[in-house]
Protein backbone atom coordinates (compact mmCIF):
# COMPACT_ATOMS: atom_id res chain seq x y z
CA UNK A 1 0.00 0.00 0.00
CA UNK A 2 0.86 3.58 -0.64
CA UNK A 3 2.48 5.04 2.60
CA UNK A 4 3.74 1.71 3.90
CA UNK A 5 7.13 2.59 3.74
CA UNK A 6 7.23 5.54 4.94
CA UNK A 7 6.02 4.27 8.00
CA UNK A 8 8.26 1.70 8.63
CA UNK A 9 10.91 4.46 7.69
CA UNK A 10 9.67 6.78 10.24
CA UNK A 11 9.17 4.21 13.38
CA UNK A 12 12.76 2.98 12.67
CA UNK A 13 13.96 6.31 13.05
CA UNK A 14 11.80 7.70 15.88
CA UNK A 15 13.54 4.26 17.88
CA UNK A 16 16.87 5.36 16.81
CA UNK A 17 15.88 8.73 17.80
CA UNK A 18 14.68 7.46 21.52
CA UNK A 19 17.60 5.04 22.18
CA UNK A 20 20.85 7.66 22.14
CA UNK A 21 18.27 9.63 24.22
CA UNK A 22 16.88 6.62 26.56
CA UNK A 23 21.33 6.08 26.69
CA UNK A 24 22.11 9.68 28.00
CA UNK A 25 18.99 9.72 30.97
CA UNK A 26 20.32 6.65 31.81
CA UNK A 27 23.69 8.06 31.79
CA UNK A 28 22.95 10.68 33.66
CA UNK A 29 20.77 9.01 36.35
CA UNK A 30 23.93 6.72 37.11
CA UNK A 31 26.30 9.22 37.46
CA UNK A 32 25.07 10.10 41.11
CA UNK A 33 24.75 6.37 42.34
CA UNK A 34 27.67 5.53 44.38
CA UNK A 35 28.97 2.13 44.32
CA UNK A 36 27.99 0.42 46.80
CA UNK A 37 23.71 0.91 45.62
CA UNK A 38 25.51 -0.07 41.83
CA UNK A 39 26.44 -3.80 43.36
CA UNK A 40 23.45 -4.24 45.53
CA UNK A 41 21.08 -3.45 42.74
CA UNK A 42 23.49 -5.33 39.72
CA UNK A 43 22.60 -8.59 42.02
CA UNK A 44 18.62 -8.63 42.20
CA UNK A 45 18.88 -7.92 38.26
CA UNK A 46 21.59 -10.61 37.78
CA UNK A 47 18.56 -13.49 39.22
CA UNK A 48 15.57 -11.72 38.12
CA UNK A 49 17.46 -12.39 34.65
CA UNK A 50 18.27 -15.23 35.30
CA UNK A 51 15.02 -16.58 36.70
CA UNK A 52 13.41 -15.18 33.23
CA UNK A 53 15.81 -17.23 31.42
CA UNK A 54 14.62 -19.74 33.58
CA UNK A 55 11.12 -19.44 32.21
CA UNK A 56 11.24 -18.42 29.06
CA UNK A 57 13.16 -21.44 27.83
CA UNK A 58 9.76 -23.57 27.93
CA UNK A 59 8.11 -21.63 25.62
CA UNK A 60 11.59 -21.42 23.28
CA UNK A 61 10.55 -24.33 21.33
CA UNK A 62 6.97 -22.93 20.20
CA UNK A 63 8.36 -19.49 19.74
CA UNK A 64 10.55 -20.94 17.28
CA UNK A 65 8.44 -23.07 15.69
CA UNK A 66 5.53 -20.25 15.20
CA UNK A 67 8.43 -17.97 14.11
CA UNK A 68 9.78 -19.93 11.54
CA UNK A 69 5.98 -20.69 10.28
CA UNK A 70 5.28 -16.65 10.28
CA UNK A 71 8.61 -16.39 8.30
CA UNK A 72 7.59 -18.82 5.67
CA UNK A 73 4.55 -16.89 4.93
CA UNK A 74 6.14 -12.99 5.03
CA UNK A 75 4.58 -12.17 8.26
CA UNK A 76 6.94 -9.96 10.39
CA UNK A 77 7.81 -11.72 13.86
CA UNK A 78 8.87 -10.39 17.00
CA UNK A 79 12.29 -11.54 17.79
CA UNK A 80 13.01 -9.97 21.15
CA UNK A 81 14.93 -12.47 23.01
CA UNK A 82 17.92 -12.03 20.20
CA UNK A 83 18.03 -8.08 20.96
CA UNK A 84 20.31 -7.28 23.61
CA UNK A 85 17.84 -3.89 23.82
CA UNK A 86 15.14 -6.70 24.79
CA UNK A 87 15.73 -6.00 28.99
CA UNK A 88 15.37 -2.16 28.49
CA UNK A 89 11.47 -1.79 28.93
CA UNK A 90 11.27 1.40 26.71
CA UNK A 91 12.66 0.05 23.57
CA UNK A 92 10.61 -2.98 24.14
CA UNK A 93 7.09 -1.25 24.35
CA UNK A 94 8.52 0.80 21.11
CA UNK A 95 9.47 -2.88 19.52
CA UNK A 96 5.96 -4.28 20.23
CA UNK A 97 4.42 -1.18 18.60
CA UNK A 98 6.62 -1.39 15.24
CA UNK A 99 5.79 -5.51 15.39
CA UNK A 100 2.18 -4.50 15.42
CA UNK A 101 2.22 -1.93 12.68
CA UNK A 102 4.24 -4.28 10.63
CA UNK A 103 1.60 -6.72 11.51
CA UNK A 104 -1.26 -4.67 10.43
CA UNK A 105 1.00 -3.42 7.35
CA UNK A 106 1.04 -6.80 6.60
CA UNK A 107 -2.48 -7.41 6.27
CA UNK A 108 -3.38 -4.55 4.63
CA UNK A 109 -0.64 -5.58 1.54
CA UNK A 110 -2.25 -9.48 2.33
CA UNK A 111 -6.05 -7.58 1.53
CA UNK A 112 -4.40 -5.36 -1.07
CA UNK A 113 -3.29 -8.21 -3.17
CA UNK A 114 -6.47 -9.67 -2.67
CA UNK A 115 -8.28 -6.83 -3.84
CA UNK A 116 -6.20 -6.43 -6.83
CA UNK A 117 -6.68 -9.98 -7.15
CA UNK A 118 -10.38 -9.79 -7.23
CA UNK A 119 -10.55 -6.82 -9.29
CA UNK A 120 -8.77 -8.85 -12.00
CA UNK A 121 -11.32 -11.05 -12.24
CA UNK A 122 -14.05 -8.70 -11.78
CA UNK A 123 -12.14 -6.66 -15.03
CA UNK A 124 -12.34 -10.22 -17.31
CA UNK A 125 -15.74 -10.73 -16.07
CA UNK A 126 -16.60 -7.37 -17.33
CA UNK A 127 -14.81 -7.98 -20.69
CA UNK A 128 -16.30 -11.26 -21.38
CA UNK A 129 -20.17 -8.90 -20.26
CA UNK A 130 -19.94 -6.76 -22.19
CA UNK A 131 -18.38 -8.42 -25.42
CA UNK A 132 -21.61 -11.13 -25.58
CA UNK A 133 -23.90 -8.19 -24.77
CA UNK A 134 -22.26 -6.46 -27.64
CA UNK A 135 -22.81 -9.56 -29.84
CA UNK A 136 -26.55 -9.93 -28.92
CA UNK A 137 -27.43 -6.60 -29.74
CA UNK A 138 -25.78 -7.30 -33.04
CA UNK A 139 -27.52 -10.10 -33.42
CA UNK A 140 -30.85 -8.52 -32.19
CA UNK A 141 -30.65 -5.54 -34.42
CA UNK A 142 -30.01 -8.19 -37.64
CA UNK A 143 -33.31 -9.97 -37.09
CA UNK A 144 -34.94 -6.51 -36.35
CA UNK A 145 -33.22 -5.61 -39.88
CA UNK A 146 -34.52 -8.63 -41.69
CA UNK A 147 -37.99 -8.20 -40.16
CA UNK A 148 -38.07 -4.43 -41.40
CA UNK A 149 -37.29 -5.76 -44.67
CA UNK A 150 -39.71 -8.58 -44.67
CA UNK A 151 -42.42 -6.10 -43.78
CA UNK A 152 -41.29 -3.36 -46.24
CA UNK A 153 -40.88 -6.28 -49.38
CA UNK A 154 -44.46 -7.42 -48.59
CA UNK A 155 -45.88 -3.69 -48.10
CA UNK A 156 -44.02 -3.10 -51.17
CA UNK A 157 -45.49 -6.47 -53.44
CA UNK A 158 -49.09 -5.57 -51.92
CA UNK A 159 -48.84 -1.85 -53.16
CA UNK A 160 -47.83 -3.66 -56.49
CA UNK A 161 -50.61 -6.15 -56.54
CA UNK A 162 -53.40 -3.37 -55.80
CA UNK A 163 -52.21 -0.81 -58.18
CA UNK A 164 -52.14 -3.69 -61.12
CA UNK A 165 -55.80 -4.72 -59.50
CA UNK A 166 -57.36 -1.18 -59.66
CA UNK A 167 -55.87 -1.40 -63.67
CA UNK A 168 -57.58 -4.22 -64.05
CA UNK A 169 -60.54 -2.86 -62.21
CA UNK A 170 -60.67 0.05 -64.08
CA UNK A 171 -60.38 -1.67 -67.46
CA UNK A 172 -63.03 -4.12 -66.43
CA UNK A 173 -65.47 -1.18 -65.62
CA UNK A 174 -64.69 0.43 -68.57
CA UNK A 175 -65.22 -2.29 -70.69
CA UNK A 176 -68.16 -2.86 -69.03
CA UNK A 177 -69.67 0.19 -69.48
CA UNK A 178 -68.93 -0.15 -73.19
CA UNK A 179 -70.71 -3.40 -73.71
CA UNK A 180 -73.49 -1.68 -71.48
CA UNK A 181 -73.48 1.08 -74.34
CA UNK A 182 -73.32 -1.16 -77.09
CA UNK A 183 -76.32 -3.85 -75.60
CA UNK A 184 -78.55 -0.23 -74.87
CA UNK A 185 -77.99 0.51 -78.92
CA UNK A 186 -78.66 -3.28 -79.37
CA UNK A 187 -81.91 -2.77 -77.81
CA UNK A 188 -82.81 0.55 -78.95
CA UNK A 189 -82.18 -0.96 -82.56
CA UNK A 190 -84.48 -4.08 -81.79
CA UNK A 191 -87.25 -2.02 -80.70
CA UNK A 192 -87.05 0.14 -83.77
CA UNK A 193 -86.88 -3.40 -86.00
CA UNK A 194 -89.92 -4.60 -83.77
CA UNK A 195 -91.48 -1.50 -84.31
CA UNK A 196 -90.94 -1.12 -88.31
CA UNK A 197 -91.84 -5.41 -88.28
CA UNK A 198 -95.26 -4.35 -86.39
CA UNK A 199 -95.65 -1.24 -89.40
CA UNK A 200 -94.96 -3.73 -91.99
CA UNK A 201 -97.34 -6.27 -90.43
CA UNK A 202 -100.06 -3.44 -90.19
CA UNK A 203 -99.23 -2.85 -94.35
CA UNK A 204 -99.17 -6.81 -94.97
CA UNK A 205 -102.94 -6.86 -93.38
CA UNK A 206 -104.04 -3.24 -95.27
CA UNK A 207 -102.74 -5.23 -98.72
CA UNK A 208 -104.09 -8.25 -97.53
CA UNK A 209 -107.29 -6.22 -97.15
CA UNK A 210 -107.18 -4.87 -100.17
CA UNK A 211 -106.30 -7.77 -102.02
CA UNK A 212 -109.54 -9.30 -100.86
CA UNK A 213 -111.97 -6.39 -101.97
CA UNK A 214 -110.07 -6.10 -105.34
CA UNK A 215 -110.67 -10.00 -105.46
CA UNK A 216 -114.64 -9.58 -104.53
CA UNK A 217 -114.29 -5.98 -106.95
CA UNK A 218 -113.09 -8.93 -109.14
CA UNK A 219 -115.18 -11.57 -108.87
CA UNK A 220 -118.25 -8.38 -108.74
CA UNK A 221 -116.76 -7.13 -111.92
CA UNK A 222 -116.02 -11.09 -113.65
CA UNK A 223 -119.75 -11.58 -112.53
CA UNK A 224 -121.14 -8.12 -114.21
CA UNK A 225 -118.76 -9.00 -117.01
CA UNK A 226 -120.55 -11.96 -117.82
CA UNK A 227 -123.81 -10.58 -117.34
CA UNK A 228 -122.71 -7.81 -119.47
CA UNK A 229 -120.80 -10.03 -122.62
CA UNK A 230 -123.88 -11.96 -122.15
CA UNK A 231 -126.15 -9.12 -122.66
CA UNK A 232 -123.16 -7.26 -125.14
CA UNK A 233 -123.15 -11.22 -127.17
CA UNK A 234 -127.39 -10.48 -127.02
CA UNK A 235 -126.79 -7.18 -127.95
CA UNK A 236 -123.51 -7.34 -130.29
CA UNK A 237 -125.40 -7.18 -133.11
CA UNK A 238 -127.92 -5.06 -131.99
CA UNK A 239 -125.54 -2.20 -131.18
CA UNK A 240 -122.24 -0.79 -131.98
CA UNK A 241 -122.02 1.20 -128.93
CA UNK A 242 -122.28 -1.87 -126.70
CA UNK A 243 -119.53 -3.21 -128.53
CA UNK A 244 -117.58 0.23 -127.38
CA UNK A 245 -118.73 -0.27 -123.69
CA UNK A 246 -117.43 -3.31 -124.08
CA UNK A 247 -114.02 -3.07 -125.18
CA UNK A 248 -114.05 -0.07 -122.19
CA UNK A 249 -114.86 -2.84 -119.82
CA UNK A 250 -111.95 -4.73 -120.92
CA UNK A 251 -109.65 -2.01 -120.49
CA UNK A 252 -110.48 -1.79 -117.00
CA UNK A 253 -110.44 -5.71 -116.82
CA UNK A 254 -106.59 -5.07 -117.76
CA UNK A 255 -105.89 -2.01 -115.20
CA UNK A 256 -107.47 -3.73 -112.59
CA UNK A 257 -105.65 -6.97 -113.50
CA UNK A 258 -102.54 -4.93 -113.81
CA UNK A 259 -103.84 -3.22 -109.68
CA UNK A 260 -103.84 -6.97 -108.71
CA UNK A 261 -100.17 -8.14 -110.35
CA UNK A 262 -98.76 -5.23 -108.50
CA UNK A 263 -100.67 -5.45 -105.40
CA UNK A 264 -99.05 -8.74 -106.03
CA UNK A 265 -95.77 -7.68 -105.99
CA UNK A 266 -96.17 -5.17 -103.21
CA UNK A 267 -97.60 -8.31 -101.19
CA UNK A 268 -94.21 -10.35 -102.32
CA UNK A 269 -91.61 -7.59 -101.39
CA UNK A 270 -93.39 -7.10 -97.86
CA UNK A 271 -92.85 -10.83 -97.24
CA UNK A 272 -88.90 -10.76 -98.37
CA UNK A 273 -89.02 -7.02 -95.97
CA UNK A 274 -90.59 -9.09 -93.08
CA UNK A 275 -88.04 -12.26 -93.59
CA UNK A 276 -85.08 -10.05 -93.50
CA UNK A 277 -86.38 -8.07 -90.89
CA UNK A 278 -87.07 -11.71 -89.02
CA UNK A 279 -83.12 -12.67 -89.79
CA UNK A 280 -81.76 -9.17 -88.65
CA UNK A 281 -83.52 -9.54 -85.59
CA UNK A 282 -82.75 -13.34 -85.32
CA UNK A 283 -79.31 -11.82 -85.52
CA UNK A 284 -79.68 -8.92 -83.39
CA UNK A 285 -81.07 -11.54 -80.77
CA UNK A 286 -77.61 -13.99 -81.27
CA UNK A 287 -75.47 -10.45 -81.07
CA UNK A 288 -77.60 -9.34 -77.69
CA UNK A 289 -77.52 -12.82 -76.29
CA UNK A 290 -73.37 -13.17 -76.52
CA UNK A 291 -73.33 -9.62 -75.17
CA UNK A 292 -75.36 -11.04 -72.06
CA UNK A 293 -72.94 -13.90 -71.60
CA UNK A 294 -69.91 -11.61 -72.42
CA UNK A 295 -71.79 -9.19 -69.57
CA UNK A 296 -71.95 -12.67 -67.32
CA UNK A 297 -68.22 -13.00 -67.31
CA UNK A 298 -67.48 -9.74 -66.98
CA UNK A 299 -69.48 -9.76 -64.28
CA UNK A 300 -68.03 -13.27 -62.59
CA UNK A 301 -64.84 -11.52 -63.24
CA UNK A 302 -65.56 -8.70 -61.40
CA UNK A 303 -66.47 -10.88 -58.68
CA UNK A 304 -63.61 -12.42 -58.95
CA UNK A 305 -61.50 -10.12 -58.92
CA UNK A 306 -63.60 -8.73 -55.52
CA UNK A 307 -62.97 -11.86 -54.06
CA UNK A 308 -59.73 -11.26 -54.83
CA UNK A 309 -59.53 -7.80 -53.50
CA UNK A 310 -61.63 -8.61 -49.94
CA UNK A 311 -58.92 -11.37 -50.13
CA UNK A 312 -56.09 -9.22 -50.50
CA UNK A 313 -57.81 -7.02 -47.75
CA UNK A 314 -58.07 -10.02 -44.98
CA UNK A 315 -54.60 -10.86 -45.62
CA UNK A 316 -53.45 -7.48 -45.45
CA UNK A 317 -55.42 -7.17 -41.94
CA UNK A 318 -53.68 -10.53 -40.89
CA UNK A 319 -50.22 -9.42 -41.93
CA UNK A 320 -50.52 -6.15 -39.95
CA UNK A 321 -52.30 -7.63 -37.40
CA UNK A 322 -49.25 -10.20 -37.13
CA UNK A 323 -46.76 -6.93 -37.34
CA UNK A 324 -48.60 -5.68 -34.73
CA UNK A 325 -48.35 -8.64 -32.48
CA UNK A 326 -44.89 -9.24 -32.97
CA UNK A 327 -43.88 -5.70 -32.30
CA UNK A 328 -46.26 -5.66 -28.86
CA UNK A 329 -43.93 -9.39 -28.58
CA UNK A 330 -40.91 -7.84 -28.81
CA UNK A 331 -42.18 -4.11 -26.93
CA UNK A 332 -42.94 -7.00 -23.71
CA UNK A 333 -39.57 -8.65 -24.45
CA UNK A 334 -37.10 -5.18 -24.60
CA UNK A 335 -39.12 -3.54 -21.51
CA UNK A 336 -38.96 -7.00 -19.36
CA UNK A 337 -35.43 -7.16 -20.15
CA UNK A 338 -35.11 -3.70 -18.77
CA UNK A 339 -36.49 -4.55 -15.94
CA UNK A 340 -34.41 -7.29 -15.16
CA UNK A 341 -31.40 -5.16 -16.20
CA UNK A 342 -32.40 -2.66 -13.32
CA UNK A 343 -32.87 -5.01 -10.59
CA UNK A 344 -30.57 -7.02 -11.16
CA UNK A 345 -27.56 -4.14 -11.65
CA UNK A 346 -25.31 -5.94 -8.83
CA UNK A 347 -25.17 -9.55 -10.15
CA UNK A 348 -25.07 -8.37 -14.08
CA UNK A 349 -21.88 -6.27 -12.83
CA UNK A 350 -19.90 -8.93 -10.67
CA UNK A 351 -20.69 -11.17 -13.73
CA UNK A 352 -22.56 -14.13 -11.64
CA UNK A 353 -26.12 -13.21 -14.03
CA UNK A 354 -25.99 -12.35 -17.69
CA UNK A 355 -28.79 -11.80 -19.81
CA UNK A 356 -29.65 -12.11 -23.34
CA UNK A 357 -32.66 -11.95 -26.12
CA UNK A 358 -34.25 -12.85 -29.22
CA UNK A 359 -37.48 -11.91 -31.40
CA UNK A 360 -39.90 -14.00 -28.73
CA UNK A 361 -37.77 -15.28 -25.63
CA UNK A 362 -35.60 -13.69 -22.67
CA UNK A 363 -32.63 -15.91 -21.43
CA UNK A 364 -31.63 -15.75 -18.26
CA UNK A 365 -27.93 -17.19 -17.07
CA UNK A 366 -26.96 -17.69 -13.67
CA UNK A 367 -23.31 -19.00 -12.93
CA UNK A 368 -22.35 -21.61 -10.66
CA UNK A 369 -20.70 -19.29 -8.53
CA UNK A 370 -23.99 -17.93 -7.38
CA UNK A 371 -26.17 -21.15 -7.66
CA UNK A 372 -24.48 -24.25 -6.79
CA UNK A 373 -21.09 -25.45 -5.11
CA UNK A 374 -18.93 -27.37 -7.45
CA UNK A 375 -19.82 -30.90 -8.38
CA UNK A 376 -23.22 -30.18 -5.76
CA UNK A 377 -26.86 -29.99 -7.33
CA UNK A 378 -28.31 -27.92 -3.69
CA UNK A 379 -29.19 -24.48 -4.54
CA UNK A 380 -27.30 -22.40 -2.34
CA UNK A 381 -29.45 -19.59 -0.18
CA UNK A 382 -27.44 -16.46 -1.69
CA UNK A 383 -29.05 -16.72 -5.22
CA UNK A 384 -32.66 -17.43 -4.21
CA UNK A 385 -33.67 -13.50 -3.51
CA UNK A 386 -32.26 -13.43 -7.04
CA UNK A 387 -34.90 -15.71 -8.46
CA UNK A 388 -37.34 -14.33 -6.61
CA UNK A 389 -36.19 -10.97 -8.35
CA UNK A 390 -36.48 -12.68 -11.53
CA UNK A 391 -39.75 -14.59 -11.33
CA UNK A 392 -41.51 -11.31 -10.25
CA UNK A 393 -40.98 -9.92 -13.66
CA UNK A 394 -40.62 -12.20 -16.44
CA UNK A 395 -44.49 -13.77 -14.88
CA UNK A 396 -45.68 -10.20 -14.69
CA UNK A 397 -48.47 -11.18 -17.25
CA UNK A 398 -49.81 -14.58 -17.85
CA UNK A 399 -48.19 -15.38 -21.66
CA UNK A 400 -45.32 -17.29 -20.79
CA UNK A 401 -43.89 -20.56 -20.73
CA UNK A 402 -40.34 -21.30 -18.56
CA UNK A 403 -38.02 -24.11 -19.56
CA UNK A 404 -34.61 -24.24 -17.02
CA UNK A 405 -31.53 -26.22 -18.39
CA UNK A 406 -28.88 -27.17 -16.58
CA UNK A 407 -25.49 -27.63 -18.31
CA UNK A 408 -21.90 -28.07 -17.10
CA UNK A 409 -18.12 -28.04 -18.67
CA UNK A 410 -16.75 -30.98 -20.06
CA UNK A 411 -14.27 -32.20 -16.30
CA UNK A 412 -15.77 -35.26 -15.75
CA UNK A 413 -17.55 -35.25 -12.15
CA UNK A 414 -16.67 -37.44 -8.74
CA UNK A 415 -18.82 -40.77 -9.63
CA UNK A 416 -20.71 -41.04 -6.11
CA UNK A 417 -23.85 -43.24 -5.75
CA UNK A 418 -25.98 -40.51 -6.27
CA UNK A 419 -24.46 -38.58 -8.86
CA UNK A 420 -22.83 -41.08 -12.19
CA UNK A 421 -21.56 -37.79 -15.07
CA UNK A 422 -21.83 -34.27 -16.27
CA UNK A 423 -25.33 -34.51 -17.35
CA UNK A 424 -27.10 -36.22 -14.11
CA UNK A 425 -25.63 -33.39 -12.38
CA UNK A 426 -26.99 -30.70 -14.77
CA UNK A 427 -30.38 -32.27 -14.88
CA UNK A 428 -30.68 -32.59 -10.72
CA UNK A 429 -29.64 -28.59 -10.77
CA UNK A 430 -32.37 -27.73 -13.22
CA UNK A 431 -34.36 -29.43 -10.94
CA UNK A 432 -33.34 -27.92 -7.71
CA UNK A 433 -34.16 -24.32 -9.35
CA UNK A 434 -37.70 -25.56 -10.47
CA UNK A 435 -38.55 -26.85 -7.54
CA UNK A 436 -37.60 -23.47 -5.98
CA UNK A 437 -39.58 -21.73 -7.98
CA UNK A 438 -42.74 -23.66 -7.63
CA UNK A 439 -42.47 -24.14 -4.10
CA UNK A 440 -41.47 -20.21 -3.61
CA UNK A 441 -45.40 -19.21 -4.76
CA UNK A 442 -47.31 -22.00 -5.69
CA UNK A 443 -50.44 -20.29 -6.13
CA UNK A 444 -49.17 -17.87 -9.03
CA UNK A 445 -46.88 -20.27 -10.74
CA UNK A 446 -48.85 -23.22 -12.84
CA UNK A 447 -46.53 -26.28 -12.82
CA UNK A 448 -47.85 -26.90 -16.84
CA UNK A 449 -46.00 -23.66 -17.78
CA UNK A 450 -42.71 -24.90 -16.87
CA UNK A 451 -40.11 -27.89 -17.63
CA UNK A 452 -36.43 -28.47 -17.02
CA UNK A 453 -33.75 -30.55 -18.59
CA UNK A 454 -30.22 -31.06 -18.28
CA UNK A 455 -27.80 -30.88 -20.85
CA UNK A 456 -24.65 -31.51 -19.42
CA UNK A 457 -21.25 -30.44 -21.44
CA UNK A 458 -22.63 -30.74 -24.66
CA UNK A 459 -24.57 -27.08 -25.05
CA UNK A 460 -21.51 -24.79 -24.20
CA UNK A 461 -21.57 -21.23 -24.63
CA UNK A 462 -17.22 -21.10 -25.14
CA UNK A 463 -15.11 -23.39 -25.78
CA UNK A 464 -13.62 -25.55 -22.86
CA UNK A 465 -10.08 -24.23 -23.43
CA UNK A 466 -9.84 -22.34 -20.67
CA UNK A 467 -10.84 -21.75 -16.86
CA UNK A 468 -12.72 -18.75 -17.27
CA UNK A 469 -14.60 -20.28 -20.26
CA UNK A 470 -15.02 -23.38 -18.33
CA UNK A 471 -16.98 -20.87 -15.71
CA UNK A 472 -18.88 -19.59 -18.04
CA UNK A 473 -20.55 -23.00 -19.24
CA UNK A 474 -20.81 -24.10 -15.80
CA UNK A 475 -24.42 -22.53 -15.78
CA UNK A 476 -28.24 -22.79 -15.53
CA UNK A 477 -30.52 -21.09 -18.31
CA UNK A 478 -34.00 -19.92 -17.66
CA UNK A 479 -35.45 -19.86 -21.08
CA UNK A 480 -38.67 -17.70 -21.09
CA UNK A 481 -40.74 -18.00 -24.60
CA UNK A 482 -43.81 -15.19 -24.88
CA UNK A 483 -46.81 -15.90 -26.83
Not at 298 to 325: G, H, N, P, W
Not at 449 to 473: C, I, M, R, T
Amino acid sequence: LPGSETSEATTESEVKKTEPAKNETGDKKTEPVSEETTDKKVEPVEEKKSQDKETSEGSEEKANESASEAESEGKPVLNEKYDWFYWRSEFRELNQKKHAVDLELYELKKKYRSLEKERKELDNRLVVVKRERSTEKLKFDEEKKVLEEKVSKTENTLKETNETHSKEKDALLKEKTALEEKSQKQVEDIKKLEEAKKTCDTEMTKLKEQIASLEKEKKGVEEKHKAELAKVQEELKKSEDKLARLKLVEEKENEFNKQVTELKVKVQEADTRNTDLEKKIEEKNQENKALNDKMVLVEQKFADFKDKQDKLKVLIEEMSADRKAKQELLDKINNRFTKLEEKLKEELALGDIRLSKTSNRLVINLSEKISFRSGSSKLRSTVKPTLDKIMEIITEFDDYVVAIEGHTDNVPVRKRKELRDNWQLSTERALSVLQYILKSNPNKYSPPKFSAAGYGEYHPVQPNDSEPNKALNRRVDIVVTYR
